[in-house]
């Protein structure tokens, strides 16, 4: 049983570390748009250009997070190997 323990403890250890990309994911994301709003304000004759451009960046981002995201759901509460080991331990 300490094996069982052992593997769930580093399941949500990694499931911590997955959900530290969508963290990292917002910050990208703020830097995105403030970088686009500046530039909105030096050339507001290119802002849908710049504005469509940067729904893209933050669509990329987010897809990052929503990966972190589920990763940390399947380590928490669909972990293959947490089953497993209960099938081979009882």
Do not use: C, K, W
Request: negative net charge; aromatic residues 6%.
């Amino acid at each position: 049983m300490e094996t069982l323990g052992i593997v769930i403890s580093v399941a949500h250890i990694a499931a911590a570390i997955a959900l530290l990309n969508g963290v990292f994911t917002t910050f990208g994301q703020a830097r995105v748009a403030a970088q686009a709003i500046e530039s909105m304000a030096r050339q507001p004759e290119a802002a849908d250009d710049i504005r469509s451009a940067m729904f893209v960046g933050l669509a990329f981002a987010e897809t990052s997070g929503i990966y972190g995201l589920l990763i940390a759901i399947i380590m928490l509460f669909a972990n293959p190997l947490v089953n497993r080991l209960i099938s081979l331990i009882g």
